[in-house]
Structure formats: structure tokens, C-alpha cells
T-cell receptor
Framework: DTAVSQTPKYLVTQMGNDKSIKCEQN?????MYWYKQDSKKFLKIMFSYNNKELIINETVPNRFSPKSPDKAHLNLHINSLELGDSAVYFCASSQNLAGGRETQYFGPGTRLLVL | SQQGEEDPQALSIQEGENATMNCSYKTSINNLQWYRQNSGRGLVHLIL?????REKHSGRLRVTLDTSKKSSSLLITASRAADTASYFC???????????FGQGTRLTINP
């Protein structure tokens, strides 16, 4: 079974549309994250949640809204998509927050292309 | 600006040779982690070294940490074609609650 799963794997959409990416982890972890990896492979944290509570919001535009219905799920909704949102989005989880010191387990990524 | 920067950005070697990648960072850290990313896949954790450790081994991997120079190195011995991937260092800045990744070293092992 996949530890951290994301859907969809690929997402191609028009500028201005609204889309969601789902993430689920079956590791029993308390903390989940969203990262964005740009075309230069630079990976940057967007959000982290600990037990459904928002911990980090890394100055991401408010078009991006994470939602954590329970600690096993962290979904990412993006409104009014822009060309610059094209990237690979990774979900990750760790056992607990521990100041970010824990090993993180990554999902396979969602490749978003905005046309 | 980035906390961690890997060097070199790309490395191509023959199978069986050793591969060394370096990571430099700017501020004091709690720990430093190395991750591998195969093409089109997510990141996989390789090894974590704490700020009070100087060297750590895991199989064919050897990681060193020099906090005085704010640098770390990852050595892969007896490389294999399957080691072809991008390798990222990530640091946990003291007082912060997040991992900060470098841009990675793209390693190619030629058969």
C-alpha cells in the first residue's frame, strides 16, 4: 500500500479555473505538508498542518487554500489558476511536528500544467 | 534566499565509481537530511545527521557534517545505475518548524 498518495497524478487545466489536489497518508502521522517544486527542481514548503491545525503558511497567495478534514488527509484547493502555478506539487507527512526535524515521507507528486 | 545549496549541480560518473555531493547552508541548524528523487517521483529520505554528529553511514552512503564550515557531503560508494537520481539536502533551521531544501545535485551513473 502506498504510504502517501496523491490524486490526480497529472492535471492540465486552463487559466482561471479552480482545481483541487487530494492527499492521504496511511502512516498514522500527525503532520502533513504541501510543497511546490518548480521547473528548476527547487522545492519549497507551502503549508504544514499538525493534527488538522495550520502551522505554517509560507506566504502563499490566498488563492491556495489547504483543507484538512482529518489528520490523514490534506487537500489543496487552488482558485483562479495562473500560468505561474504550473509546477509539481508534493504532499508529505511526518510522525509529528517536532520543529520540522522529523523524517518526511513524500507522495508521488501532482504535475499541474496551466495553459 | 535558499538555505541549502548543493554542489555540483550535475555529476556524471561511471558505474562502480564513488560519487560525492556537497551541501552548504547559511544559518545554524538542528539537523540536516539527504533525500533522493528519481525522475518523475517523490522524494525518498536517505539519511539524517544531527548537528552534534560528524559522520553517519547507511549501507553505501556516508554523510559528513561540518557545522563550523556549515557544510555537509554525501558519498555514494560503488555507484550503480539505479543510483541515477537527483539528491537534495534539507536543513531544519534552529527556531523554525520546516525543512528547507536545496536545488539538488543531478547524478547520472553511466553503465
Amino acid at each position: 500500500d502506498t504510504a502517501v498518495s496523491q490524486t490526480p497524478k497529472y492535471l492540465v487545466t486552463q487559466m482561471g479555473n479552480d482545481k483541487s489536489i487530494k492527499c492521504e497518508q496511511n502512516l498514522g502521522h500527525d503532520t502533513m505538508y504541501w510543497y511546490k517544486q518548480d521547473s528548476k527542481k527547487f522545492l519549497k514548503i507551502m503549508f504544514s498542518y499538525n493534527n488538522k491545525e495550520l502551522i505554517i503558511n509560507e506566504t502563499v497567495p490566498n488563492r491556495f487554500s489547504p483543507k484538512s478534514p482529518d489528520k490523514a488527509h490534506l487537500n489543496l484547493h487552488i482558485n483562479s489558476l495562473e500560468l505561474g502555478d504550473s509546477a509539481v506539487y508534493f504532499c508529505a507527512s511526518s510522525q509529528n511536528l517536532a520543529g520540522g526535524r522529523e523524517t518526511q515521507y513524500f507522495g508521488p507528486g501532482t504535475r499541474l500544467l496551466v495553459l | 534566499s535558499q538555505q541549502g545549496e548543493e554542489d555540483p549541480q550535475a555529476l556524471s560518473i561511471q558505474e562502480g565509481e564513488n560519487a560525492t555531493m556537497n551541501c552548504s547552508y547559511k544559518t545554524s541548524i538542528n539537523n540536516l537530511q539527504w533525500y533522493r528523487q528519481n525522475s518523475g517521483r517523490g522524494l525518498v529520505h536517505l539519511i539524517l545527521i544531527r548537528s552534534n554528529e560528524r559522520e553517519k553511514h547507511s549501507g553505501r552512503l556516508r554523510v559528513t557534517l561540518d557545522t563550523s564550515k556549515k557544510s555537509s557531503s554525501l558519498l555514494i560508494t560503488a555507484s550503480r545505475a539505479a543510483d541515477t537520481a537527483s539528491y537534495f539536502c534539507a536543513t531544519v533551521i534552529q527556531g523554525a518548524q520546516k525543512l528547507v531544501f536545496g536545488q539538488g545535485t543531478r547524478l547520472t551513473i553511466n553503465p
